[in-house]
């Protein structure tokens, strides 16, 4: 007796790199046993996440997105523009502009503003950022935390504390291919400061309109690229003085345009590529579980 199979896409933005499944025709069964089969580099198909396109009686559509362990992210910067452009080019959505995704920061607005033939660039109104210490959320007396200084085994380092639906910790850097990413990434990402751990951005000013960024994602490890971290990054430079409100940002998987409007919120745009489409036969661990 052979195994029932899953039809997956793989897809990337800007490197960070998704096995992407329509949850409207398919039942993943347990999407977090799945997604540590399927992201495993050495044993699946290897990603920095599972995106499931489900529907929604809010929006067009509800996107939900695994980490590589199976933790369930609140947003996917990277993962959403890509689950648009899934949205679109397999007729899940009807239109291509104006639609709307529930997603686990709530329902963001995102459009298809250029279509290739394996690359789609999209732009997405991700929200207003959030400030607050308890809205990262971080532990702390009320307010916001800019440029605070937070000691991390025996070394202070000065955070920028940023909710993009999920936590950010934003540390400028003079050179960001010299920071120890593999000892301070997971020290910070882990820190009592932060009580439901975080994401963390190592970030060089190259300009007033040109940031730098390496990526340390909770759950995951160093990224290629963080689209919600690319806004928190956006959104740090320019509550601290170190950069206009319309940026790009430069990551190691490619490029992200930040446009950051109090009345509006943050706006991110950038490329969503397709790379293959496969079949994963699911185990009865997967199967039997439920969304």
Request: charge should be negative.
């Amino acid at each position: 007796m052979t195994s029932p199979t899953l039809p997956f896409a793989k897809m990337h933005g800007c490197a960070n790199d998704y096995v992407v499944v329509d949850g409207l025709r398919h039942d993943v069964g347990d999407p977090a046993a799945f997604a540590r089969e399927v992201c495993d580099r050495r044993r699946g198909v290897g990603s920095d996440g599972l995106l499931l396109a489900l529907p929604s009686e809010r929006a067009d559509l509800r996107m939900r997105m695994f980490n590589p362990d199976g933790s369930e992210a609140e947003m996917c910067g990277n993962g959403l523009r890509c689950l648009v452009s899934f949205a679109v080019e397999r007729g899940l959505v009807e239109r291509a502009t104006e639609l709307a995704i529930e997603t686990g920061a709530g329902i963001l607005g995102a459009s298809l503003v250029a279509s290739g033939e394996d690359s789609d660039e999209v732009a997405i109104a991700m929200g207003a950022p959030r400030l607050e210490r308890a809205d990262v959320p971080m532990e702390g007396p009320s307010g916001r935390a800019i440029d605070e200084p937070l000691d991390v085994d025996g070394t202070t380092v000065a955070v920028t504390a940023v909710g993009m639906g999920n936590p950010h910790a934003v540390v400028f850097v003079e050179d960001v291919d010299a920071v120890a990413l593999e000892q301070l990434g997971p020290a910070i990402e882990t820190h009592a400061a932060f009580p439901r751990r975080t994401n963390v951005e190592f970030v060089q000013v190259l300009a007033s309109d040109a940031l730098r960024q390496r990526t340390w994602e909770r759950g995951v490890g160093e990224t290629l690229a963080c689209g919600t971290g690319a806004c928190a990054v956006g959104v740090a430079a320019a509550l601290t003085g170190r950069a206009e409100r319309d940026v790009t940002v430069h990551l190691r998987g490619g490029d992200l345009r930040i446009a950051w409007d109090e009345a509006d919120g943050v706006r991110m745009t950038g490329p969503a590529v397709h790379v293959f489409d496969g079949t994963w036969p699911l185990s009865s661990e997967v199967s039997d579980g439920g969304l």
